[in-house]
């Protein structure tokens, strides 16, 4: 045991120092210029792609970031269900959830048949169209194993969805104050059109506590939906059946949703001391942080450089054609 603890700290120690360093800067700017009403989590992000496309990181920072960039920030979700219960899931709704499910596969539909009508090939299509409905990179590193794509192909994916996301994470804060928007409707648009959980926890948070809630909510939602994406994509290509491979879904489901909700079904109980879940929440903030820091560095403004046009319509369009629907459907539909 500790061999191991040894070689993983020889291994990933630098890089989660470089993405704590960030979050920790990061809360500190945001604590003493609160009146830009900032996110910590916003704030890492823009700190470390500035990082990495200014001076870059290190081979050695890179197992550490990565790790920052996806254990941390499924743990960090895990613990963002201590300010969740089942009052607020009901809050959503049948008819909330129904509305979030329709808009995705409205949007993974769309986005096949405008890849096809583009002449953009079949994988690359499923690929941005996994990406974009459903949850960002997460969603095209499951698909990719079953569509069988060129490792060209995923990053191409990744750096596209990617980008678009970022996107909406700064200007949705910035509609929904033109628009208007209820912290409800607010927390679901985000939760149901924007790409990677980070990005909607740091976009959501910045309208407030309920916002950020429920986008939690309807985003967590959105990711279950990998198990039909799963099925559908197996259907469609067959590669399950000739590679045998059937421990796939198992290994590819995103356990980290169940955990969560396992924690929200034991806040709804009262379990948890409030004394306990005030100190959690704070080191939340930094967990949140520092994954959000770590995607930054993991962003490089040169990815977009060698797509073809193409690929990057389609992706763009499909990323407005699932908020623009979203928000049409939610500003009619979702409760108050």
């Known amino acids: 045991m500790l061999k ?13 120092v470089l993405s704590s360093w960030i979050a920790g800067v990061s809360i500190v700017i945001c604590t003493n210029f609160s009146y830009l009403f900032l996110s910590p989590i916003l704030v890492s992000g823009f700190v470390g792609v500035f990082i990495r496309n200014s001076f870059g990181i290190s081979k050695n920072d890179l197992p550490g970031v990565f790790f920052s960039a996806q254990k941390v920030l499924r743990l960090a979700v895990i613990l963002l269900a201590l300010r969740i219960s089942f009052f607020q899931i009901l809050g959503i709704g049948l008819s909330g959830l129904a509305l ?26 499923q690929l941005i169209a996994s990406g974009t409905s459903i949850c960002g990179a997460s969603a095209i590193l499951v698909a990719s194993p079953i569509i069988d794509n060129s490792e060209e192909d995923i990053a191409y994916s990744i750096a596209l969805v990617t980008c678009l996301g970022t996107l909406a994470m700064l200007g949705y804060p910035i509609l929904a104050g033109f628009l208007g928007l209820t912290p409800t409707v607010f927390g679901l648009w985000c939760g149901t059109s924007i790409h990677e959980v980070a990005q909607v926890i740091a976009a959501s948070f910045q309208r407030g506590e309920i ?48 955990f969560f909700f396992l924690l929200v079904v034991i806040n709804s109980l009262g379990l948890v001391p409030p004394t306990v879940i005030d100190p959690i929440q704070t080191l939340n903030q930094f967990l949140l942080s520092m994954a959000m820091a770590a995607m930054g560095l993991l962003t490089s403004t040169d990815a977009l450089k060698r797509i073809g046009f193409r690929p990057i319509y389609l992706a763009s369009l499909s990323w407005l054609f699932l908020g623009s629907v979203s928000l049409l459907l939610l500003r009619f539909h979702a409760p108050n």
């Open 211 to 258: 916002s950020g809630e429920i986008a939690t909510i309807a985003k967590l939602s959105r990711v279950m939906l990998i198990f039909p994406l799963i099925a559908f994509l197996g259907f469609q290509s067959k590669v399950l059946q000739k590679s045998g491979n059937s421990n796939f879904r198992l290994r590819s489901f995103p356990w980290f949703v169940l």
């Open 4 to 16: 191991v603890t040894t070689n993983f700290l020889r291994t990933h120690f630098s890089g989660l």
């Open 100 to 125: 979030i499910y329709f808009c995705c596969l409205s949007s993974f539909l769309f986005t096949c048949w405008l890849g096809n009508k583009l002449g953009i090939d079949r994988k690359l299509t």
